[in-house]
């Protein structure tokens, strides 16, 4: 059985920043590597930040480098996403997940207002 719990979502302005958190659980996500995806209306669900289990191998999508940073600590089971810089078109629900996904979580929202 796996658990996800994002949190940290919030409405803020363009330029702000926010820190988003995931508590995870469950055998199967022991050693995966975890990322943080995104999904706006109307369009799919993107990777958007990953991290190996042994913090080896940092990928982020070219459409956040440099404004996101992704953290895992693995001896709690959290991975964190800290989002600087933010932007409108980065409003979306985001969800962290092993990579490949299992079971989604809730996710949590984050609105960037102009």
């Known amino acids: 059985q796996v658990q996800l719990a994002e949190t940290g979502g919030g409405v803020v302005q363009a330029g702000e920043s926010l820190r988003l958190s995931c508590a995870f659980s469950g055998r199967a996500f022991l050693r995966s590597p975890m990322g943080w995806f995104r999904q706006s209306p109307g369009k799919e669900r993107e990777l958007v930040a990953r991290?190996?289990?042994?913090?080896?191998?940092?990928y982020y999508a070219d459409s956040v480098k440099g404004r996101f940073t992704i953290f895992r600590d693995s001896a709690v089971n959290t991975v964190d996403l800290q989002m600087n810089n933010l932007k409108p078109e980065d409003t979306a629900t985001y969800y962290c997940?092993?990579?490949?996904?299992?079971?989604w979580g809730q996710g949590t929202q984050v609105t960037v207002s102009s």
């Open positions: 991290i190996q289990w042994s913090e080896s191998s940092i």
């Open positions: 997940n092993s990579d490949p996904p299992r079971s």
